[in-house]
């Protein structure tokens, strides 16, 4: 590392690759061993529209869970999804009581990282897919369980909060449901 | 069509590593090109009559238009080009494309090779938010989901309905990775036992460590063609055994694996994508009428789903028939001879070839002694992106 160029900003290291990968005695490469690394920097920042997903996140801001039905099939989507895949059609809004059951899981001892929502929660975390009564589909939220206790069935319910959040899916997540 | 059947003339690749800093990823695809080429004994690439450039992201390799650039790297131009992403079926997926432009009468031969730059390059800050791109960005990443979870409760959800063991599919993990010792090509052989992979650290439950697959830099090549242009421009073609690829299928499934609901054990996609093959190849009894293969391995319990979707055993019994040795290397089917995924590495563009060019050359059998399979004639890659979101299933047969 001591023959870095304070020149160069972003230079990392310059080094003599050594041509370990190549068999035999000659490495073609050989006039093209020099390596110099250095950091590349890009940054990448969007205005993301949530698009037609919108009114899910706007009504979890009103406590409010909702799903889309397809007038023809019946079926429920959550995650919303705005046209029926069995049907092809545009569905409807369609309002849901926010209770569930489990059908699988994972004890997550790392996340995606990806937010800072995600990045203060306490690990390991559960992910469960969630089956809402209601709904034909499974909703993947985190499961706010005491020791991370989950099982397969598991009844649980849709908890609003009020934020501040980065990302509005995390204006929810799930807890158990005591019945 | 079947005097069409594009035909294997050389094959190349680069090993795998966690880290290539001494290339960049043009200097991957020159590699494996280069052997490529002189595994076909050609002069020069100037006969090719087309390029397929097969890379999943333009973020992992910091280069937009990929295609283009390395075709001109490559000296291709002005000859045709053309770039194909599938996620994790990427490589495969080219194949395929490969196949139905030679089939086509487009083109009588062209150079496939594909290529990433995601191993230890990328900051995990930086790779995690690329993964997230790879999943539907505003759900289940956004919540703190991860790829190794999306698996892990599809694993979870196969324990429970079929009663397989975290035993089961750890022995994947150790098979692989003993595989990969014989692989000098291979990222991370490894002679672990079955308890060091059950008392890795967790990382989505129930998968730990060892269960999961690694991320890679490197680069694969492959040459196919018509018999007429083998024939006439590569020396090597006629004295090795004569590979046809005989075969693709493909399927897809729901990006979430939520939306397949109450289907969250296996892949449905890869069940079509077999079929397809299966249907095209003639073959009835896969099990037997195969005699190795390269499956997507990307963690341990995807290869229990996958030898039940390929229709190798039935659904549910993957874990078991696994555990007893049905798919090792002295097995009834040889799987993953290469170290797969798990073992060999995972540069994603370059997977789906790489996972081919094993096939090939235990069909030309020219893969080191110790793990070279005898007298195999017929051979399938299995490859897909996502949880099973595309899935690809190319058959490899010896004609001499």
């Known amino acids: ?179 | 069509m079947t005097d069409r059947l594009p035909v294997v003339v050389g094959v190349g690749l680069t090993p795998f590593a966690a880290s290539r800093d001494d290339c960049n990823v043009r200097d991957l695809a020159v590699e494996a090109v280069l052997a490529c080429m002189h595994d076909a004994e050609l002069e020069s690439l100037h006969a090719i009559q087309h390029g397929l450039t097969s890379y999943e992201s333009d973020h992992f390799n910091r280069q937009m238009t990929l295609g283009a650039i390395l075709h001109d790297t490559l000296g291709l131009n002005p000859t045709p080009n053309v770039r194909v992403e599938g996620g994790g079926a990427t490589g495969a997926l080219a194949l395929r494309t490969a196949w139905a432009y030679i089939q086509s009468g487009l083109c009588d031969s062209i150079l496939v090779y594909g290529c990433e730059t995601n191993g230890k390059s990328i900051s995990s800050q930086t790779a995690n938010q690329l993964f997230a791109l790879s999943a539907d960005v505003d759900w289940e990443m956004m919540v703190g989901g991860t790829y190794t979870a999306f698996y892990a409760a599809m694993m979870h959800a196969h324990m429970e309905k079929y009663s397989t063991k975290r035993e089961h599919f750890a022995h994947v993990a150790v098979r692989n990775r003993r595989n990969a010792l014989d692989n000098p090509n291979a990222q991370k052989p490894m002679d672990i036992s079955i308890d060091e992979v059950l008392n890795s650290r967790p990382i989505a439950e129930p998968y730990t460590l060892f269960d999961c697959s690694l991320l890679s830099d490197g680069a694969a090549a492959i040459l196919l063609s018509t018999e007429g242009w083998a024939k006439q421009h590569s020396p090597a073609f006629s004295v090795r055994p004569k590979v046809v690829f005989t075969a693709t299928g493909c399927g897809t499934d729901t990006m979430r694996l939520g939306d397949r609901y109450p289907n969250l054990t296996n892949f449905a996609g890869k069940r079509e994508a077999a079929r397809q093959a299966y249907q095209m190849a003639g073959i009835s009894d896969p099990l037997h009428e195969i005699d190795v293969a390269e499956l997507y391995d990307s963690y341990s319990g995807v290869e229990i789903q996958a030898v039940e979707d390929l229709g190798f055993v039935s659904q549910g019994s993957g874990g078991p028939a696994i555990a007893d040795g049905l798919f090792d290397r002295d097995g009834y089917l040889p799987v993953n001879t290469s170290g797969g995924l798990l073992g060999r590495g995972a540069p994603v563009g370059a997977t789906g070839i790489a996972q081919a060019i094993e096939v090939v050359q235990q069909l030309w059998e020219s893969v080191t002694p110790e793990r070279q399979i005898h007298n195999a004639r017929r051979g399938l890659t299995d490859t897909h992106a996502g949880i099973g979101t595309i899935c690809v299933v190319n058959i490899f047969e010896r004609r001499d």
């Open chain 1, 1 to 179: 590392m001591s023959d870095i160029d304070t020149r160069i900003l972003s230079q990392l290291e310059k080094k003599t690759a050594q041509p370990k990968y190549i068999s035999g005695q000659d490495d073609p490469w050989s006039a093209f061993r020099q390596v110099e690394i250095i950091t590349l920097e890009l940054i990448q920042q969007y205005k993301h529209s949530l698009g037609k997903y919108s009114r899910f996140f706007i009504e979890l801001e009103n406590g409010r869970f909702l799903g889309t039905k397809c007038s023809r099939c019946q079926t429920v989507y959550t995650p919303p999804r705005p046209l029926c895949s069995k049907c092809t059609k545009i569905t409807d809004w369609h309002e849901l009581p926010g209770t569930g059951s489990v059908k699988t899981y994972s004890v997550m001892h790392y996340s995606s990282n990806i937010n800072d929502d995600v990045r203060v929660q306490a690990m390991p975390m559960v992910l469960a897919y969630v089956l809402l009564d209601g709904s034909s589909t499974l909703f993947p939220h985190l499961l706010r369980a005491e020791n991370n206790e989950v099982h397969t069935d598991m009844r649980v319910h849709v908890t609003y909060n009020q934020g501040p959040v980065q990302h509005p899916i995390h204006l929810m997540y799930f807890a158990p449901l005591e019945e």
